[in-house]
């Protein structure tokens, strides 16, 4: 069975920097676009990254732009978001997901979430 597995999240001070990851299995990770997504307490899940199948083409959320970069290394079935700068704001739970498009930024488009990991920003 499709399977989304996070990791790397933690407790991290203003302006330092922190790498998530997502290891995958149960499906040809190659072949789907990938995305990050992130939830804070009270507030709505909203897209932070995303990928296509190659990493030929990445978006971000205009509030990470800049400081955040999204990469994926298809021969480890792996998704990374590297977070720089990091700000309270940041502070939330990080998915990340599949998506059944080549590219999505809607939470609508995606199948397949991880249960998630823990990043929080102390100021």
């Known amino acids: 069975q499709v399977q989304l597995v996070e990791s790397g999240g933690g407790l991290v001070k203003v302006g330092g920097s922190l790498k998530v990851s997502c290891v995958a299995s149960?499906?040809?990770?190659?072949?789907?676009?990938m995305g990050w997504f992130r939830q804070a307490p009270g507030k709505e899940r909203e897209f932070v990254a995303g990928i296509t199948w190659d990493g030929g083409y990445t978006q971000y959320a205009d509030a990470v732009k800049g400081r955040f970069t999204i990469s994926r290394d298809n021969s480890e079935n792996s998704l990374y978001l590297q977070m720089t700068g990091l700000k309270p704001e940041d502070t939330g739970v990080y998915y990340c997901?599949?998506?059944?498009?080549?590219?999505?930024?809607?939470?609508?488009?995606?199948?397949?979430w991880g249960q998630g990991t823990q990043v929080t920003v102390s100021s």
């Open positions: 149960g499906f040809i990770f190659r072949t789907y676009g």
């Open positions: 997901a599949r998506t059944v498009s080549t590219f999505a930024t809607r939470g609508r488009d995606y199948d397949y």
